[in-house]
């Protein structure tokens, strides 16, 4: 007898009119906006200039999203390119189907167009947005909710998720929630990674490095409990042997990087004023302001004191009767 369960939404898309809105979509891009508005206080906090990870997020995020979506077509390809398959489908992100490791390795490579561009290393960047990044799974998690996809073992604990749905194979029944497992997991790893920054002043990648290394230990849990169609090597699925070997880059990237680099960056940012994320010539503009203030209300002061002096004069050559001549 089922006494409790996370129900499965009747469906994942509600029409505005014509306008389709899409619960999976509308996490993608929440997610989007929590890592930018995360990234961008932790990058002024850096030394760095507000708006700067928003306009390097324009570059990363469109790869991102083509890299997630190239890495699950490729990996998923039967899917859409089998007998009885619509290839067109391949290019339905809104059904789901994004794979982080592609969607962080091509956002990458958009975020080092955006650096270069604005002359930032990118380290620090990819340092500033990892918790954010975190953050974005986590919300970004819940449209597998949305549409009954990627869950785990049959099971009848309080807080398995009824899947209703009986299209592409699936079968009603009650399942282990992966998408909030590592919906948790994923705030656990942001959490972790401020911490562990603030605590150890990490730079140069490392606070990134650590992101990676530690999703990927809850990643390769989570896809072990999965019962979806998966590709596999040696009794394991594809992503737990990409956690696996991503996660031993990681860690080696962080033992490595603090050899060569110990500390963080001084600067993140040419031309920003460490103390307040604002321009340096904006800064000297202001000091020149204040400079001149001062400046006016000296010259003002002298003028009134040397007035004081001849009134005084004045007055004590009246009362001595001299005349001067």
């Known amino acids: 007898m089922e006494l409790a369960y996370i129900p499965s939404p009747s469906r994942g898309v509600i029409h505005l009119g014509p306008i389709p809105l899409r619960g999976y ?36 995020v469109p790869f991102g999203l ?21 290839w067109v489908d391949a290019f339905k992100i809104w059904e789901g189907g994004l794979g982080i490791w592609g969607a962080i390795a091509l956002g990458g490579l958009g975020a080092w167009i ?72 994923c705030i656990g790893v942001a959490v972790l990674v401020i911490w562990a920054d603030r605590r150890f002043k990490l730079g140069h990648g490392r606070a990134f490095a650590l992101y990676v290394a530690s999703y990927c230990v809850g990643r390769f849990w989570v896809e072990y409990m999965r019962v979806d169609d998966a590709h596999h090597i040696l009794g394991l699925r594809l992503n737990n042997w990409t956690a696996l070997i991503v996660f031993l880059l990681a860690v080696a990237y962080i033992v490595i990087s603090a050899k060569k680099r110990p ?63």
């Open 25 to 60: 979509a509308f996490c993608i891009i929440i997610g989007v906006f929590v890592a930018v508005w995360l990234g961008n206080k932790r990058w002024i906090a850096r030394g760095g200039r507000s708006g700067t990870v928003a306009d390097i997020a324009v570059w990363a």
């Open 66 to 86: 083509v890299g997630g979506r190239l890495y699950h077509v490729i990996t998923d390809y039967e899917l859409y390119f089998s007998e009885g398959r619509d």
């Open 114 to 185: 955006g650096c270069r561009r604005r002359g930032i290393p990118m380290p620090a960047y990819a340092d500033a947005v990892a918790p954010g990044i975190a953050l974005a799974q986590a919300i970004g998690r819940w449209g597998n909710w949305f549409n009954q996809e990627l869950y785990g073992r049959e099971t009848d604990v309080p807080w398995a998720l009824k899947i209703t749905s009986s299209t592409d194979g699936r079968v009603p029944g009650t399942y282990h929630p992966t998408f909030l497992y590592e919906s948790l997991w």
């Open 263 to 325: 500390g963080r960056e001084a600067v993140v940012e040419p031309g920003a004023n460490p103390s307040t994320g604002e321009d340096d010539a904006d800064s000297a503009s202001d000091a020149e302001a204040k400079d001149e203030d001062a400046k006016g209300k000296a010259e003002e002061d002298v003028k009134e004191d040397v007035e004081e002096d001849v009134k005084e004069d004045v007055k004590d050559e009246a009362g001595s009767g001299t005349k001067k001549t």
